[in-house]
């Protein structure tokens, strides 16, 4: 099993980023995937979460109305938009195949900097 994310950077605030993350190894199309994020020395949190069908999306309240998960089940990958980023967001981002973030894989790190 494979979740390889990329698409992170340095951006002002008010700005946006579009993550992407691609998964090999398991049957993507019928995996609900979260986008979850983790600040250097605090605990991981979970952002955002698709069911299989990309129907059903969750958000947390701090990232609600601002960012946007979706997932391309042919191309096996999910995606992260983030409009209006505030330096809070700053965080290495990383999806998985569960809520927790045990099956994460490597992340891509946002920074939302002046």
């Known amino acids: 099993v494979q979740l390889q994310a990329y698409g992170g950077g340095l951006v002002q605030p008010g700005g946006s980023l579009r993550l992407s993350c691609v998964a090999s190894?398991?049957?993507?199309?019928?995996?609900?995937m979260y986008w979850l994020r983790q600040v250097p020395g605090k605990g991981l949190e979970r952002v955002s979460g698709i069911s299989s069908a990309g129907s059903t999306k969750h958000y947390e309240d701090f990232v609600k109305g601002r960012f946007t998960i979706s997932r391309d089940n042919v191309k096996t990958t999910l995606y992260l938009q983030m409009d209006n980023l505030q330096s809070e967001d700053t965080a290495m981002y990383f999806c998985a195949r569960d809520e927790r973030g045990d099956s994460r894989g490597q992340g891509t790190l946002v920074t939302v900097s002046s």
């Open positions: 190894g398991f049957n993507f199309r019928s995996t609900p």
